[in-house]
């Protein structure tokens, strides 16, 4: 697998874990995100076995697996089962727009939709994959990243259908502060969201 780095730190990228975690970078990816943080990373090869026994040798309970995309890795399952074989507890970042039925069980999602600018009204949710809403589970987190005060009103929208669903998950609202205040729209945010449930599972990160 084409890996960029594995290095211990905090991940504020998991709402549910303050301390200290195990990061696996890696390196393929089906898109450019102009802010990607690992685009210009050095990458090199490093065989399943290698990776799982680097991670053996690192303390902390939880490892937080990122791309590129890793849904388009074939031999994810065989890492994460590895991983799940060493007692860690794996989380992993994707994106929604492919099919959840590629990860396998017994990992947690932290799936990543980039809110569209204009969302139609016959709520036509082409970023994300439909058929993940009967794939998300309790544990798994949905990631709206917000990059434009235009997007705000239609990620909360989206998160009023999910309810409509009865989606009983995290919400992380990624706010990049560069485009948009933060502070401001968490309150907004805050306000526009109807019911107490849903601000219970809720997350703010600043981009």
């Known amino acids: 697998m084409k890996v960029k780095e594995i290095y211990v730190g905090e991940n504020k990228e998991i709402p549910s874990v303050a301390t200290q975690v195990i990061n696996i970078i890696l390196a393929e990816c089906d898109i450019q995100c102009l802010q990607c943080q690992y685009s210009n990373c050095a990458e090199y090869e490093m065989s399943i076995d290698s990776i799982v026994n680097k991670v ?43 099919p959840l039925s590629t990860i396998p069980d017994g990992i947690h999602k932290i799936i990543k939709i ?11 949710f082409d970023f994300l994959y439909v058929e993940n809403l009967s794939l998300i589970e309790k544990n798994d987190f949905l990631e709206l ?32 502060s560069n485009a948009i205040d933060y502070a401001e729209s968490v309150k907004k945010i805050k306000g526009i969201l109807k019911t107490e449930r849903t601000k219970s599972i809720l997350h703010f990160v600043n981009k």
């Open 114 to 124: 980039i809110i569209p600018e204009n969302l139609d009204a016959e709520k036509n």
């Open 56 to 98: 053996k040798g690192l303390s902390p309970d939880n490892v937080f697996i990122v791309g590129g995309e890793l849904a388009i890795f074939n031999n994810l399952p065989i890492l994460c089962g590895a991983l799940l074989s060493l007692n860690k507890t794996v989380y992993l970042k994707i994106n929604g727009a492919i």
């Open 145 to 176: 990243s917000l990059t434009s005060p235009a997007k705000m009103e239609n990620a909360v929208n989206f998160v009023h259908d999910l309810e409509f669903h009865e989606l009983e998950i995290g919400i992380i609202f990624l706010i990049d």
